[in-house]
């Protein structure tokens, strides 16, 4: 049950990464909005970004296992959470091990 929860916390931590990356990356492009002068709305649109996933991540991170801690289960909480940041760990691996293979051939 706690490698479920962790790999599900994990993967839902890297596709949420992966979805405002590429939106981030993709939409100005397509909307050409990377030749229109700068404002203040790209700051705060940046910063307001930030703390929503923040929050969002600390949620899909730690928000079961301090739910499991308060509960009592400090034993599960610590194993959830440990293997969340390992299978996370393991996915950013995997990134950077496609990041170097796409860019080496």
């Not at 049950?1 to 916390?9: F, T």
């Not at 940046?46 to 969002?56: E, G, H, I, N, T």
């Not at 600390?58 to 289960?73: A, E, N």
């Amino acid at each position: 049950m706690i490698k479920k929860y962790a790999v599900i916390n994990a993967a839902l931590t890297a596709l949420y990464i992966v979805l405002i990356s590429s939106f981030v990356f993709y939409v100005p492009k397509a909307l050409h909005l990377n030749d229109k002068p700068d404002n203040v709305f790209a700051p705060i649109i940046m910063l307001s970004l930030l703390v929503f996933s923040a929050a969002l991540v600390g949620f899909l991170i730690f928000g079961r296992p301090i739910m499991w801690y308060l509960d009592g289960k400090k034993q599960e909480a610590l194993k959830l959470l440990v293997s969340t940041l390992v299978t996370f760990f393991i996915i950013i691996l995997g990134l950077f091990l496609t990041l170097y293979l796409v860019t080496i051939y």
